[in-house]
């Protein structure tokens, strides 16, 4: 008799290979923008196995730019699920340090933890995520800290967190010496684009 408790609609699709020793770990930079309930709807996706791709930008999204130091970033996007309640859901937690303690910190991550964002997290691989698709991200945890010993950082630790039922990525940059990068493989239609604002401080 088959031990079959129950059919899912979902179907284990295509295979996958091991791929060469060509990766690595870490974050390059971040994007972040003003919370946008309909932001999904400002872009046109790939088809079949890259449905959650982001292929085609057809609104405006404004975006501000945060440069980080090697070594001192993460994203992960854990899967969720429930068996006997028939749900699954993505963890998106990013976690940034930030160097140097400026004074223009002080307001502006206050406005960070009080409110809802988006992000676009560009990985060491040229990759792009966005974080908080749907129902954004906020920020829940981190700390200012003065360092003790000379070598230790004097910043911030942020941690961003959001629960998404879909991981999207944008469709793969052509390489960082492409204009429009890491979002030149984006198509832009309909007068859709990125504006991308570049940070302004620290500047010692």
């Known amino acids: 008799m ?11 699709s295509a295979g996958r290979l091991v791929g060469c020793q060509s990766a690595i770990g870490g974050i390059q930079k971040i994007y972040l923008s003003t919370y946008d309930a309909d932001i999904l709807g400002k872009f046109n996706f790939g088809a079949g196995a890259s449905l959650y791709e982001l ?4 609104g ?3 975006l501000k730019q945060f440069d980080l130091r090697p070594n001192t970033a993460s994203y992960n996007a854990t899967i969720t699920t429930s068996d006997e309640n028939g749900t699954m859901f993505y963890e998106q937690v990013l976690e940034v340090a930030l160097a140097q303690i400026n004074n223009k910190d002080l307001s502006y991550i206050n406005n960070l933890a009080q409110g809802r964002c988006q992000a676009f997290v560009l990985d060491a691989n040229d990759n792009v995520f966005l974080m908080g698709a749907r129902f954004g991200c906020t920020v ?3 700390a200012m800290s003065t360092g003790q010993a000379k070598a230790d950082r004097s910043g911030f630790t942020l941690t961003f967190t959001a ?7 944008c469709k793969p940059t052509a390489g960082v010496s492409t204009a429009g990068y890491p979002f030149d493989a984006v198509t832009e239609t309909g007068g859709g684009a990125f504006t991308i604002s570049a940070g302004d401080y620290p500047t010692t």
């Open 2 to 12: 088959a031990n079959k408790l129950y059919n899912f609609s979902c179907e284990v």
């Open 55 to 58: 292929a085609e930008i057809k």
């Open 60 to 62: 405006a999204v404004t």
């Open 140 to 142: 829940t945890g981190g």
């Open 163 to 169: 629960q998404e039922q879909i991981n999207y990525m």
